[in-house]
């Protein structure tokens, strides 16, 4: 079964790169271009990992996190961040 793998970023050509090289590497990668969207993906579809954005608008990657495991959802996280403050990373 090939993994499935969401992509949270509101950047389409940073988010369309990263999809392009998951399906390079024969992952199956669907795309979310904010939180509130990614939640309904994740709530209707089976999602192996999800690679978050930090700096999103509507609700920040940090944010999208903490209601994810609020709910119950236990989907493996990859946070990007171009932030360097300590604090962030």
Known sequence: MTQRILVVDDEPAVNE?????????????VSA?????????LREQRIDLAIIDVNMPIMSGYDLLERMRAAGMGTPVIILTARQEREDT
């Open 17 to 29: 790169l990263i999809c392009d090289a998951l399906r390079l590497s024969r992952y199956e990668a």
């Open 33 to 41: 271009e904010h939180g509130m969207d990614a939640l309904r993906i």
